[in-house]
Each structure stands twice: as C-alpha cells, then as structure tokens.
C-alpha cells in the first residue's frame, strides 16, 4: 500500500476574509448606495426617454404592420437593455411586448389593442419601490393577453 501525503494550503482569500478590519456586508451596502446614486438617476433618465420612445412608436399611424411592429420591437428591446434589476415586473411586461409584437408579426396580422395595452401598462411598471403585490394582476392581465394572443395563432 501507497503512503499518500495531503498538504493544506490556506488560500490568500481565506485569510483576508478572516483578517480583522474592512467593513461589514451593511456599511459596504449603505456606501455602494451612496456612490451610486449618480448612476442610478442618470439610468432612470434613459429608461424614461426609452419608455417616450417606445410610446411614440406606438403611437404612430401603422400603415405597414410589419414596419410599426418592428418598431414596436426594437424601442420595447431597447427598454430590456437598460431596464434595472429592481424593475422585474417591467423587464416582464416589455420581454411579453416583444414576445407579442413577434407573434404578430409571424402570422403576418397587425392587432393594435394588445399591443397598446402592453405599452399602457410599461410607465406604471417602472416606478421604483413598487410592491409586488400591486404590481400582480398587472402582469397577470398581460400574461392572459399573450397567451390569447398565442393561442390565436400569433
């Protein structure tokens, strides 16, 4: 039978995280917070400009369906690249926008309604600091619509 040594080496990151010192989880929260405070108001800023955006896209006259749902589509993708991880019922409601936009756009029809109502819903899913709660039955009607709309075969 073969002797087997076992060496133990302690990992540099195991010896700073039982260094003294640093700050706690907390204090390093509170300060993440402060100094990206900044940033965080700026980026509320461009998710507003590209909720405006998205709304005056649909808004405009849809003389060809797939042109103004491709539009739809690229102003609702431009809101999923800069909607916050806080807003998880907006990433939601603009991820089924798109998802019905495609749907439609697929079958080769244009039903404005469905689509007007997911953009309806996007500026009051993106205040911050909402309960999930409240936020519910929003997202739950505009589950139900898309499902309908899937169902309907686009």
């Not at 990992?11 to 700073?16: A, Q, T, V, Y």
């Not at 806080?86 to 404005?112: I, N, T």
């Not at 205040?127 to 936020?135: F, S």
Request: charged share 20%.
């Amino acid at each position: 039978m073969a002797v087997v040594t076992v060496f133990s080496r302690k990992s540099n990151l195991s010896k700073l995280v039982d260094a003294s010192g640093g700050v706690t989880v907390l204090a390093g929260l509170r300060g993440a917070d402060r100094e990206t405070a900044e940033v965080r108001s700026e980026g509320r800023g461009v998710l507003l400009a590209a909720i405006a955006a998205l709304e005056a896209a649909g808004a405009a006259p849809a003389g060809d369906a797939e042109a103004w749902l491709d539009s739809v589509y690229g102003a609702a993708a431009d809101i999923i690249d800069v909607c916050p991880a806080e807003l998880p019922g907006l990433y939601k409601a603009v991820h089924g926008l798109c998802e019905l936009s495609d749907l439609q756009r697929r079958a080769g029809r244009l039903d404005r309604p469905p689509v007007e109502v997911h953009i309806a819903a996007l500026r009051p899913l993106s205040q911050p600091g909402q309960d999930p709660a409240a936020m519910a039955p929003i997202l739950a009607g505009l589950e139900a619509l898309l499902a309908r709309e899937a169902a309907r075969g686009g």
